[in-house]
């Protein structure tokens, strides 16, 4: 569980597979670890007094603020796999995405149709997913994150 200042972060994790909640803006520190533990989560902060206001033995407090050594930092410490399980989750809202089935395939670019696939949708959101120029610079990244060692 990401707090809201790792919106960013949230999106990577479930470019890579993950089922990475965001805390709502609004939420309470001691709500957020409580939701949490009740998820079987872990807590991903910038903020350097989060587990000092609440009793958080859930709480990994990052040390940086750029993505890069956030990712370094993640895999040293939770294991992270950036490869795990690449473009399965909606990356805005977190939902597994299903296959987008051949009669739904006009709801893509027309050079978009034209590519070798999978292509899927988010069920709750309705974001198209095709494997384009996007998803290549993500992928890559993802690959540059795993290799880090």
């Not at 998820?39 to 903020?47: A, H």
Request: glycine share 8%.
């Amino acid at each position: 569980m990401c707090d809201e200042m790792l919106a960013g972060l949230a999106r990577w994790l479930r470019a890579a597979g993950y089922d990475a909640r965001l805390a709502a803006r609004s939420q309470k520190d001691a709500d957020i670890v409580a939701c949490a533990c009740r998820e079987g989560r872990t807590v991903l902060t910038l903020d350097r007094g989060f587990a000092g206001k609440v009793a958080a033995p859930h709480v990994l407090r990052l040390d940086s603020h750029d993505l890069d050594e956030q990712s370094r930092q993640l895999r040293a410490t939770l294991g992270i796999d950036w490869l795990r399980a690449p473009f399965t989750r909606c990356m805005m809202d977190n939902t597994p995405l299903k296959e987008l089935g051949e009669t739904r395939l006009d709801r893509l670019p027309v050079t978009a149709r034209r590519l070798p696939g999978p292509f899927r949708e988010c069920p709750t959101c309705g974001r198209a997913y095709w494997p384009g120029s996007h998803a290549k610079r993500i992928l890559h990244r993802l690959e540059t994150w795993a290799s880090e060692g």
